[in-house]
């Protein structure tokens, strides 16, 4: 059974500072491009989220986008810290919105409780963040 992990995106204005990001730092891992992020604790999913999982990314309040798993494994800082790395495919998949209260790590989210993807996908018709963003404010999107 799927699962998928929601993730506050800290520090990201809006989804092309994301995809920048993302750009930015992509590393190979086993022959492919993937681009990790970190935390302290592994999920205990792990089975579960790499049978079609994704990091659902919370931006600015609201879940925005998506990213699927391809691996997981543990790195250590240079003091001797591990880490759980976890590796998502460099592709940032957008979503409705949906609005999403701050909470701290990661929380693990059911696939019918995930927002569904846009229908056209990045760029298209969709309005500029901007624009989307005061309608989020008055409550019309």
Same mark, same amino acid.
Request: some cysteine; glycine content about 10%.
């Given at each position: 059974?799927t699962?998928?992990? %929601?993730?506050?995106?800290?520090g990201? =204005?809006? %989804?092309?500072?994301?995809?920048d990001w993302?750009? *930015?730092?992509q590393?190979?891992?086993?022959?492919?491009?993937?681009v990790p &992020?970190? &935390?302290?604790?592994?999920? &205990?999913?792990? &089975?579960e989220?790499?049978?079609?999982?994704?990091?659902y990314?919370?931006?600015?309040? +609201?879940?925005q986008c998506?990213q699927?798993?391809?691996?997981?494994? =543990?790195v250590?800082?240079? *003091?001797?810290t591990? +880490?759980?790395?976890m590796l998502?495919a460099p592709?940032l998949?957008?979503t409705?919105s949906?609005?999403?209260?701050?909470?701290?790590?990661?929380?693990?989210?059911?696939?019918e =409780?995930?927002?569904a993807?846009?229908?056209?996908g990045a760029?298209?018709d969709?309005?500029? =963040?901007?624009?989307l963003a005061?309608?989020?404010?008055?409550?019309?999107?």
């Open positions: 059974m699962v998928h992990l %929601l993730r506050l995106a800290v990201a =204005e809006n %989804l092309q500072a994301m995809r993302r750009h *930015d730092h590393i190979n891992w086993q022959g492919r491009a993937v &992020t970190y &935390t302290k604790r592994a999920p &205990t999913r792990v &089975t989220l790499l049978d079609g999982g994704c990091i990314w919370v931006v600015k309040g +609201y879940i998506r699927r798993f391809i691996g997981f494994d =543990e250590q800082d240079v *003091d001797g591990a +880490y759980c790395r998502m592709e998949i957008e409705v949906m609005p999403k209260r701050p909470f701290q790590g990661w929380r693990y989210l059911k696939s =409780e995930a927002p993807d846009l229908a056209g760029g298209g969709a309005l500029p =963040e901007h624009l005061e309608l989020r404010a008055l409550g019309l999107a």
